[in-house]
C-alpha cells in the first residue's frame, strides 16, 4: 500500500503523464508561433493550428466543421481541420470561399447551414452557400447599406438565435471624437437590427431598422446571451482624452460593456433598449482618481471631457456601462459558452497607452440568467486567460486577439491579426474550455512586462514531444514501485 505521501506524489506523477502523453502524442507538426510563446492562465494549453493569414478576423465553423475565416483584404478562405483530438489540430486543406478584398471583418451563418452573411465597411450581404462544397453559388444579396465610413471600417454582423432572421449590425464611429455620432439621425455610432425575412433587401443603415442603442463608439463585439436573450456589446472607447485641461489618456476612459435589452419576449424593450450610451459626450470612469474633479465619479460612472465639464449631462437617461475594462484594452470579440456562465473576450491593445496594456484573451463569469456577476463599479470582473509574455514589445512584436469561436466540442479558436495566427484554445488536458469555471482576479490590468500574474508561459510555440519529461516520469514512476 502506498503511503499518503507516495499517494499525493503518484497523483501528481499521474497528472505529469497525463499532460505529457497529452503533448507527446500530437502528431500533427505545429507551427512556431511569431512571437514569444503565449502566457497562459494555470489549466489551459494553446496552440497555433495554422498561420500565414492576412489579417484574419472573424472566424465561424459550418455545418460541416470547416473553420471560415475572414481574411481582411482578401475575403473568406475554409479551413478543412485535421483534428487529432484535444488541442492537437492542424489544417489539411484550405479553399476560398469568397474572394472580394472589400471583406474586413464580419461574418455570420444560418441556423441551417445554408446561408453565409458578410460584411464590408459599407454593405451586410448574404450568400446562398454549400457546406460540403464550401462554395458559395457566386451571387451576393445587399441586405444593408449606407455605412460607410473613413474611420472604424468593421461593420459586426449577429444573427439572433432566439428572433428568426433578425440580424444585429454594428456601426462605429468616423473618428476618435465624431461630433456627428451625436446626431440619433446619423446612424454613426449605433447598433441596429434588421429583419432579413422575405426579399427584403438594400436596406438603409440609418434610416430603416430598429435601432437598439446610439452614442457607441466603436462598438465591435456583440453576443446574444443564449439563456435570457439579452444583448450585450463590447465598446472601444476614445483616445488621447483630456479633462479640465489634464491629459488623462492612459487610465481613462475605460472600455464599455454595455446590455442593450432582449429582442425575444415580454422585456423586449426595457429601458435601455435604443437608448443613448452616451458617446460622442460622455465616457466611462475606469481609474477614477486619475480624473481631476472626479467628485463622487466611480468605476463606470459616465464623466464628460474637454474644457468646460457638468457630469449631470452622463446622468440617466445617459445609459452606464453594465461593467468597465482598462483603458485601450480595445476588446473586439465576445462569445457567450454554451451555458452563458462566461463571455470569453479578445482585447486587441492599443498604440495610445504606455506601457501597453491589454492584447490578450479574457473571460468574464456570468450568472446563468444572462447577468455579469461583478458590480458596475468593479476593477476585477475578469480572469485572463492567455496573454503577450512581454507587453513592452507591443503592439510591434505581439499576438493581437481579434476573432472567436467555440466549435461542437467546447474548445475555443482564436485569430491573431498582426501575426496571420490561428490558435485553439483547450484545458492542459485537451477537453473544451466551455465549462471552465472562471476565477476573477481582475490580472493585467496595468499591462504587465516579464512573466505575469498568474500566467505562465504556454505550450504554443514549444510544440513537439517532451520526451525527457515522458522519460523522466517513467523512471520516477519506477522508483515508486520498487522504492
Ligand atoms: C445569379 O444572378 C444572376 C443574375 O441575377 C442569375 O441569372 C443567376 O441565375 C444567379 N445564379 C444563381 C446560381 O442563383
Ligand atoms: C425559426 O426557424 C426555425 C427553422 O426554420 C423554426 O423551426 C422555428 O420555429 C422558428 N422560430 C420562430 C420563433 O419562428
Ligand atoms: C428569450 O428566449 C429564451 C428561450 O430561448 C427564454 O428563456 C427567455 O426568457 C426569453 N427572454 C425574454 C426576455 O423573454
Ligand atoms: C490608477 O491611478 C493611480 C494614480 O496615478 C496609479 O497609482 C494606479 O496604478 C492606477 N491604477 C490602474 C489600474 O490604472
Ligand atoms: C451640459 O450642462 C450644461 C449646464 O447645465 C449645459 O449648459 C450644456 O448645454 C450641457 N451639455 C450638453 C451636451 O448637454
Ligand atoms: C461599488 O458599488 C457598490 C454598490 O453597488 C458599493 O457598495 C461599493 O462601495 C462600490 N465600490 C466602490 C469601490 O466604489
Ligand atoms: C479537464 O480539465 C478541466 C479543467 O481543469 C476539468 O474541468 C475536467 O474535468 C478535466 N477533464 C478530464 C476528463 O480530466
Redesign the pocket.
Known amino acids: 500500500m502506498l503511503g499518503t505521501h507516495d499517494k499525493s506524489s503518484f497523483t501528481l506523477i499521474s497528472l505529469l503523464i497525463t499532460k505529457a502523453l497529452a503533448q507527446s502524442s500530437c502528431s500533427i507538426p505545429t507551427s512556431t508561433a511569431k512571437y514569444p510563446a503565449p502566457s497562459l492562465a494555470s489549466g489551459y494549453t494553446a496552440r497555433i493550428i495554422a498561420n500565414g493569414f492576412q489579417r484574419p478576423r472573424s472566424i465561424i465553423f459550418d455545418s460541416e466543421g470547416h473553420l471560415l475565416v475572414v481574411e481582411a483584404g482578401k475575403g473568406i478562405t475554409a479551413l478543412t481541420l485535421n483534428d487529432a483530438g484535444g488541442s492537437c489540430i492542424g489544417i489539411s486543406s484550405k479553399a476560398t470561399v469568397i474572394a472580394d478584398t472589400s471583406l474586413n471583418h464580419g461574418i455570420e451563418m444560418s441556423p441551417d447551414g445554408t446561408t453565409l452573411y458578410a460584411s464590408n465597411s459599407d454593405k451586410a450581404m448574404r450568400w446562398?452557400y454549400d457546406p460540403k462544397a464550401t462554395k458559395t453559388?457566386?451571387?451576393a444579396t445587399i441586405l444593408v447599406q449606407g455605412m460607410d465610413n473613413s474611420d472604424h471600417t468593421t461593420r459586426t454582423i449577429l444573427l439572433s438565435k432566439k428572433v428568426n432572421n433578425t440580424l444585429l449590425i454594428s456601426r462605429g464611429s468616423n473618428e476618435n471624437i465624431d461630433a456627428i455620432a451625436a446626431d440619433i439621425n446619423s446612424g454613426h455610432s449605433q447598433i441596429r437590427s434588421f429583419d432579413i425575412g422575405g426579399d427584403t433587401n438594400s436596406l438603409n443603415y440609418a434610416t430603416e431598422g430598429t435601432r437598439l442603442g446610439w452614442g457607441l463608439r466603436n462598438s465591435v463585439g456583440v453576443a446574444e446571451h443564449p439563456a435570457s436573450g439579452g444583448i450585450y456589446s463590447v465598446e472601444n472607447s476614445a483616445d488621447n482624452v483630456d479633462r479640465d485641461k489634464e491629459d488623462i489618456h492612459n487610465n481613462n476612459p475605460g472600455e464599455e460593456m454595455n446590455f442593450h435589452g432582449y429582442l425575444n419576449g415580454t422585456k423586449a424593450n426595457p429601458d435601455v433598449q435604443g437608448g443613448n450610451y452616451g458617446y460622442p459626450n460622455c465616457y466611462a470612469a475606469w481609474n477614477v482618481s486619475e480624473i481631476p474633479q472626479a467628485g463622487t465619479l466611480q468605476t463606470g460612472s459616465q464623466f464628460e471631457i474637454g474644457d468646460t465639464i457638468n457630469d449631470k449631462n452622463c446622468s440617466s437617461p445617459i445609459i452606464s456601462p453594465t461593467l468597465t475594462f482598462p483603458a485601450h484594452w480595445a476588446p473586439l470579440d465576445m462569445k457567450f459558452n454554451k451555458a452563458g456562465s462566461v463571455a470569453w473576450i479578445t482585447s486587441h491593445g492599443s498604440w495610445n497607452r504606455q506601457p501597453p496594456s491589454g492584447y490578450l484573451l479574457y473571460a468574464v463569469p456570468f450568472t446563468t440568467s444572462g447577468e455579469p456577476i461583478a458590480s458596475s463599479n468593479s476593477t476585477n470582473s475578469w480572469q485572463t486567460i492567455m496573454s503577450n509574455p512581454d507587453n513592452t514589445k507591443c503592439p510591434g512584436s505581439c499576438f493581437r486577439p481579434v476573432g472567436l469561436a467555440f466549435d461542437s466540442k467546447g474548445r475555443l479558436f482564436m485569430t491573431s491579426d498582426a501575426t496571420g495566427e490561428i490558435y485553439v484554445i483547450t484545458a492542459t488536458n485537451g477537453t473544451g474550455v466551455d465549462t471552465a469555471s472562471i476565477a476573477v482576479d481582475g490580472s493585467d490590468a496595468g499591462g504587465h512586462s516579464g512573466s505575469g500574474s498568474g500566467a505562465k508561459t504556454g505550450e504554443a510555440s514549444t510544440g513537439g514531444v517532451n520526451l525527457a519529461l515522458v522519460c523522466g516520469i517513467w523512471a520516477l514512476m519506477m522508483f515508486f514501485e520498487t522504492g
Do not use: D, Q, R
Open positions: 446562398a453559388n457566386g451571387n
